[in-house]
C-alpha cells in the first residue's frame, strides 16, 4: 500500500518561508502526477500545486510566485517550497500521489503564519 508521509510544517513569521517534504513508500517516478493541497479551518480542500511525470507543473494562483514543487527522484520525495509567507496561507497541507485513476493522499502538516 502506498504510502506518503508530510513533514516540514510548524509556525512561521509572516513574510517567512518553510519547505515541506512528502517522502513516498516507492519510487515517486510511478505516479503520474503528484501534488500538494491544503485546507484550512472550515474550509475545502483545495489543489496549491502539481507536478507530472513528465515535469509540467500547475500553481495556483493565490501562490503563484511564491510556492515551488520539485522533486528528488532518488529520495522519493516532493518538496514544496513556501516563500513570503501571509497569514491566510495557514493550513494543514497535503500531499497527494496519483496513479492509475486512484489518489494516495498523506495524513498531512500543519503550517501556521502568525502575523
Known amino acids: 500500500q502506498v504510502q506518503l508521509v508530510e513533514s516540514g510544517g510548524g509556525l512561521v513569521q509572516a513574510g517567512g518561508s518553510l519547505r515541506l517534504s512528502c517522502a513516498a513508500s516507492e519510487s515517486i517516478f510511478s505516479f503520474l502526477v503528484m501534488s500538494w493541497h491544503r485546507q484550512a479551518p472550515g474550509k475545502q480542500r483545495d489543489l496549491v500545486v502539481s507536478?507530472?511525470?513528465?515535469?509540467?507543473?500547475y500553481t495556483a494562483d493565490s501562490v503563484k510566485d511564491r510556492f515551488t514543487i520539485s522533486r528528488d527522484n532518488a529520495k522519493n520525495t516532493v518538496y514544496l517550497q513556501m516563500n513570503n509567507l501571509k497569514p491566510e496561507d495557514t493550513a494543514v497541507y497535503y500531499c497527494q500521489a496519483n496513479r492509475n485513476g486512484l489518489n494516495y493522499w498523506g495524513k498531512g502538516t500543519l503550517v501556521t503564519v502568525d502575523s
Open positions: 507536478l507530472t511525470r513528465g515535469g509540467s507543473t
